[in-house]
T-cell receptor, first 113, second 115 residues
Framework: AQSVTQLGSHVSVSEGALVLLRCNYS??????LFWYVQYPNQGLQLLLK??????LVKGINGFEAEFKKSETSFHLTKPSAHMSDAAEYFC???????????FGEGTQLTVNP | DAGVIQSPRHEVTEMGQEVTLRCKPI?????LFWYRQTMMRGLELLIY????????DSGMPEDRFSAKMPNASFSTLKIQPSEPRDSAVYFC?????????????FGPGTRLTVL
């Protein structure tokens, strides 16, 4: 069965610093991986998704993620954090059959001025 | 596009009362999902429909919960009777389900408080 593990429930960075949010997956077959962001009191919004077309995936708001099969990872990065990036971020994996997404536990990102 | 619409946005009720949450998916989407989010359990899939048919309801907690999708543009999640432990944010999401890479679009959620 597919699952994802997000390392670190809380990450704090300074404005302008690198953002790195970690996600590791377990899957017996090549997975389809997603990063979603949730701003306070809002629903989840897709940041980016890995569909096997390219290992480096660029998303919205300057975020990107790299699929590394050897490390079973799909970490999310942004070179320079902005105050508006403060939110909760979820990594998710999709089964190869059906529509079900399995979400990680989420990482709360705080950006300090 | 108006996005996924959920109502009400907030609901406060007393234990034992019936609660009905509503969702209108994005037009043209044929899959609809109900999620529950709590601090303790994170984001859980309760049920999902494809072409108005329930496909996977294994996440529905118990018989007090029921979901329907009478047509492609409307779904309800009902809790009867409600209990304090049902307090959570309930999200509806929809997708076109043309393949494994389809994006799920989430509504703003309904914050339910059961006293």
């Amino acid at each position: 069965a597919q699952s994802v593990t997000q390392l670190g429930s809380h990450v704090s960075v300074s404005e302008g610093a690198l953002v790195l949010l970690r996600c590791n997956y377990s899957s017996s077959v090549p997975p389809y991986l997603f990063w979603y962001v949730q701003y306070p009191n809002q629903g989840l919004q897709l940041l980016l998704k890995y569909t096997s077309a390219a290992t480096l995936v660029k998303g919205i708001n300057g975020f990107e993620a790299e699929f590394k099969k050897s490390e079973t990872s799909f970490h999310l990065t942004k070179p320079s954090a902005h105050m508006s990036d403060a939110a909760e971020y979820f990594c998710a994996v999709r089964r190869t059959s059906g529509s079900r997404l399995t979400f990680g536990e989420g990482t709360q990102l705080t950006v300090n001025p | 596009d108006a996005g996924v619409i959920q109502s009400p946005r907030h609901e406060v009720t007393e234990m034992g009362q019936e609660v009905t949450l509503r969702c209108k998916p994005i037009s043209g989407h044929n899959s609809l999902f109900w999620y529950r989010q709590t601090m303790m359990r994170g984001l859980e899939l309760l049920i999902y429909f494809n072409n108005n048919v329930p496909i996977d309801d294994s996440g529905m907690p118990e018989d007090r919960f029921s979901a329907k999708m009478p047509n492609a543009s409307f779904s309800t999640l009902k809790i009867q009777p409600s209990e304090p432990r049902d307090s959570a944010v309930y999200f509806c999401a929809s997708s076109q389900d043309r393949g494994y890479t389809d994006t799920q679009y989430f509504g703003p959620g309904t914050r339910l408080t059961v006293l």
